[in-house]
């Protein structure tokens, strides 16, 4: 699946030589874009619709999608160019908080099915539900937010409510999804070392930490993560002592920064965060830290942000 609305032409023409056979596309300049590529017709085409996502966290509908009303067009000029359509995709944005987005997106896409059933386009046989997907339990984005669970029941009740009055039988359709932060984001726990402190003996502290948002932190720019760190050494008797919980009377608001020049590069702010007092050469552990972290850093003031990888194997 290559699942950019908007590709370059040679990255196109290189995806159909290296049989990549399905793609999507959102408007009638990509379609004819689409078209001017050699052998075109191994591929599969997609419509990707806009959905409602202003609960989402991270929103793309407003950079990528039609709008269900403008799809017949598209379809008209897919068919006119003899492309091949075969079927609708939809994202309701990364962090989703209202599970219904799923269902209206589902909605959408029968009307679409339909649409092209009335133009006489070959049956439509797939729908790509994006993703969107927490991966971890307690709903990416913090509390309030649908887990995996809930919205896991409401597009189950999207899926039964598209096949109703289906004119063919439903395991002529098929519904991919791309769950890939539901995959990774537990997967990977961030440790940092404490390499400086601000604050003395006053009731909050700042640490300076040896990576940050330039670093394997940029989902806190670029995906409005919320990182939590925990004192490695808590987090240690938490794990040995069942039952051990940080004494609350011990933590002071904190303040966690990056190892870069930039003022920006911050994790934690004094209002949002409480650790135990710190000590230089200390260590806070992050979880949940596996999407969108050091796969997306750069280099930036001499710090490659290279981080140094530890496999455990259960």
Not at 9 to 18: C, E, P, Q, R, S
Not at 85 to 97: I, Q
Not at 100 to 123: D, I, Q
């Amino acid at each position: 699946m290559y699942a950019n609305p908007a590709k370059m032409t040679h990255m196109l023409d290189f995806a159909v030589k290296n049989d990549v056979c399905m793609t999507v596309f959102d408007g009638e300049d990509e379609l004819h874009k689409i078209a001017s590529i050699p052998n075109n017709e191994k591929l599969q085409l997609l419509l990707r619709l806009t959905t409602d996502d202003k609960a989402s966290i991270c929103r793309f509908s407003k950079k990528f999608g039609c709008p269900v009303e403008e799809s017949t067009k598209l379809l008209e000029v897919a068919k006119s160019l003899g492309l091949n359509v075969a079927g609708v995709s939809f994202h309701v944005g990364s962090g989703c908080g209202d599970s219904a987005a799923y269902s209206t997106a589902l909605a959408h896409a029968r009307r679409v099915f339909e649409e092209a059933e009335r133009l006489g386009m070959a049956p439509m046989h797939i729908v790509d539900l994006g993703g969107g997907f927490p991966g971890d339990t307690g709903g990416y984005g913090g509390p309030g937010m649908p887990t995996f669970q809930d919205l896991a029941v409401a597009i189950r009740k999207g899926i039964e409510e598209f096949t109703e009055g289906l004119s063919r039988d439903i395991s002529t359709v098929r519904f991919i999804a791309e769950p890939g932060r539901y995959f990774v984001s537990a997967s990977t726990t961030i440790v940092t070392k404490v390499y400086s402190r601000k604050g003395g003996n006053n009731p909050y502290q700042a640490l300076y930490v040896d990576d940050g948002v330039y670093g394997s932190f940029n989902n806190v720019v670029y995906d409005h993560a919320l990182p939590v760190p925990k004192r490695l050494l808590d987090a240690v008797q938490e794990h040995l002592a069942f039952g051990y919980e940080t004494n609350k009377d011990n933590l002071i608001p904190t303040a966690v920064f990056g190892p870069t020049c930039d003022g920006l590069d911050q994790m934690c702010a004094l209002e949002t965060t409480s650790l135990p007092r710190c000590d230089v050469n200390e260590w806070l552990i992050w979880e949940n830290q596996g999407a969108y972290t050091h796969t997306a850093s750069f280099v930036f003031n001499g710090y490659t942000h290279v981080p140094k990888k530890t496999y455990c194997f259960v």
